[in-house]
């Protein structure tokens, strides 16, 4: 049986938001924690999101006004077409 390449960095950052949702198969997730434990930048980054999303999930939709609100989605859906 062959060994499973192991997961790059770019791999990493690319499947993150699999790994914290719970979608990724348990081959993946073993390759996922194998490379956070070698690589503190990765393990930084990882513990980064978490925080982000922790933060964003406390986050409610008050306080801001409609004009800015509108301003960042058109900036938003230009940065996506752009």
């Known amino acids: ?3 499973p390449v192991q997961l790059s ?3 990493l950052v690319e499947i993150v938001t699999d790994y914290l949702e719970g979608a990724l198969s ?8 194998e490379h956070v434990s070698l690589c ?4 930084t980054y990882v513990e980064q999101m978490r925080t982000t999303i922790e933060l964003t ?15 960042l989605l058109r900036a938003f859906a230009d ?3 752009g």
């Open 40 to 43: 503190s930048g990765c393990a």
């Open 57 to 71: 999930g406390r986050l409610g939709g008050t306080g801001l006004a409609p004009e800015a609100e509108t301003e």
């Open 79 to 81: 940065w996506k077409a």
């Open 9 to 11: 960095c770019q791999e």
């Open 1 to 3: 049986m062959n060994e």
């Open 26 to 33: 348990e081959e993946e997730v073993r390759r996922f924690d």
